[in-house]
């Protein structure tokens, strides 16, 4: 006899968004408000995202050569939730991130060379060549490091804030994650841990609505990731993630919040990736929702497109000083680029100094 013919199972209805506009790619097209803004604070910010945006698209093209053949978690139209929260920190802080890194690192060293060697594979790289795109340091400007393990950075940055409510001197963790993390144990425990030993942690949810290529509607009963502080009792804040003033105001509260008090925080960015989970296309064929209508309608989002809009509007760009800048941080990129192909790689005598420790007890 036959088989029986089995109907696959009807996939879930997309559920009613709790997150509203901020989840609609057809609303928040318009400049930033930005009276009473310091301009040259957002002409640093906006400097900061061109150089992440150039940077990230200069792997891009990279990893579509062939040239560079770390996998690569690329974050561009995500840059105004790294650069609105840095601009509160200090060297001193603690600053975790996952798997999309680079803008979080790029925000805090301000330079690419680092980054660039390192994807490269070369010993001039921020981890000497041994941790390529996923695995980034820069102790001594307070990235404390990424690694690419889904919620697993979220514990140790919970350990740094320890330390630094110990230390007593007013220094505060934050830890970058995506929706995905959410779907982990560890960030449930860590929540319920900062709360109730009141440690001084910014958690910082990216929330592209995309965990690698699986859409949230498919993966969880609400849109809105923020709950989960909430059933902590923990502050939150939601915020368009494409809005690098809105960032910067509510991490710049939860941040002061935890210098005074101790008290960690939750900062929920709506954001979405143009390209895809890995590498450098710009991917439509997955999940259920990611059609290109949206990728176009949240390219109308681009944080750096509205804070220069903004900033022409009021006078305090122009469009010839906006070309001048990107070309500088092009050929600044450009230079890197090419001082990474001629950099030495690590030395094999030295490939386990770094995994074992070397000599004493």
């Known amino acids: 006899m036959p088989e029986p013919v089995v109907s696959p199972e009807p996939l879930p209805t997309p559920f009613a968004s709790e997150l509203g506009s901020l989840a609609d790619p057809g609303r928040h097209h318009a400049p930033l408000e930005i009276a009473g803004e310091d301009p040259r604070g957002l002409l640093d910010a906006l400097r900061r995202m061109v150089l992440i945006r150039l940077c990230e698209q200069a792997i891009a093209t990279l990893v579509g050569s062939g040239e560079v053949k770390c996998p690569c978690h690329l974050g561009v139209g995500q840059e105004a939730i790294a650069v609105g929260v840095v ?12 798997h999309r890194s680079h803008a979080h690192f790029l925000a805090l060293v301000d330079d690419p060379a680092l980054l660039l060697h390192e994807v490269f594979g070369k010993a001039t790289g921020s981890s000497r060549g041994m941790g390529g795109s996923q695995h980034l340091i820069a102790a001594d400007k307070g990235f404390t490091g990424s690694n690419p393990i889904v919620g697993g950075v979220v514990p140790v940055a919970v ?10 001197q007013g220094n505060v963790a934050v830890v970058f994650f995506g929706d995905g993390a959410s779907e982990e144990g ?3 425990e860590c929540l319920n841990l900062a709360a109730n030993f009141v440690l001084p942690l910014l958690f910082v949810c990216e929330n592209n609505f995309y965990a690698s290529q699986m859409d949230i509607c498919l993966r969880q009963p609400s849109d809105r990731i923020s709950r989960f502080a909430e059933a902590h009792h923990v502050p939150v804040r939601v915020v368009d993630g494409n809005d690098l003033v809105a960032v910067s105001h509510a991490a710049g509260e939860l941040i002061a919040e935890a210098r005074r008090s101790g008290r960690p925080g939750f900062l929920e960015a709506t954001t979405y990736r143009w390209l895809g989970h890995v590498g450098h296309r710009e991917d439509i064929d997955v999940g259920i929702k990611r059609k290109l209508d949206d990728l176009v309608q949240w390219k109308q989002r681009d944080p750096i497109a509205r804070l220069r809009q903004a900033l022409q509007t009021t006078g305090h760009l122009t469009p010839g000083a906006f070309a001048a800048m990107q070309q500088e941080i092009q050929a600044r990129i450009d230079q890197e680029v090419a001082a990474a192909r001629s950099a030495p790689y690590p030395d094999p005598a030295v490939l386990l100094d770094y995994v074992y420790c070397q000599g004493g007890s």
């Open 186 to 188: 560890g960030l449930h």
């Open 87 to 98: 601009k509160h920190l200090t060297a001193r802080d603690h600053v975790f991130s996952a």
């Open 159 to 168: 350990g740094a804030a320890l330390g630094n409510k110990m230390d007593r």
